[in-house]
């Protein structure tokens, strides 16, 4: 299955330019956002069963980087690499980053956007699966994700709803799952 082009992705020059930025250190901040998870919800990561050890190569299309994410509770790890460095996994997630982002933070179904075209799995979809009722069970804000808690985590949660609305209409993304 192939991807529906252009829908959601950062503009052509965008993409070129992020090319010459090197990795930055977002999956050591990835890394400890998941393993704070784990520590806090760790039923969570227990539904993930088998599959805790699975490399999930997600995969946003619009940008050089891949990022592989091990979810083995406390002892996650969330890798950043260049795209010419991609490893292979259990199953690869690819798409645009909003529609990736609105799959962790639930503005987006996950079927929906698979039938869509806006989304494309390879590789196990039993894990994939497994992945994907988890974070729904999860039902992650960003500030959560991050660690973030009170007015801090209000703020910050509304900031991003409103930040990744606007990017949405600008990369004429998919429309919110209601």
Known sequence: ?????????????????LRFVPPPPLGFVL??????????RP????????YRHAHF?????????????????????????????MPEGTARIS???IVLLGLVDGTYDGDAVF????????????????LR???????????????FKGEVRKHLDATADKTFAKMRAYLNAPQAST
């Open 57 to 85: 190569i997600i995969n946003p299309i619009d940008l050089p980087h891949v990022f592989r994410l091990i979810p083995n509770g406390e002892h996650a790890s969330v890798e950043m690499l260049p795209r010419k460095d």
């Open 115 to 130: 039938f869509t075209r806006d989304l494309v799995i390879d590789g196990d979809t039993d894990a994939v699966l497994a």
């Open 31 to 40: 890394t400890r956002a998941v393993r704070r998870l784990a520590h806090q």
């Open 43 to 50: 039923d969570l990561f227990d539904r993930l069963d088998a």
């Open 1 to 17: 299955m192939t991807l529906q082009p252009e829908r959601g992705m950062f503009p052509p020059i965008l993409q070129r330019a």
């Open 133 to 147: 009722n988890t974070m729904e069970e999860a039902d992650l804000t960003p500030a959560e994700l991050l660690g």
């Open 95 to 97: 798409g645009p980053l």
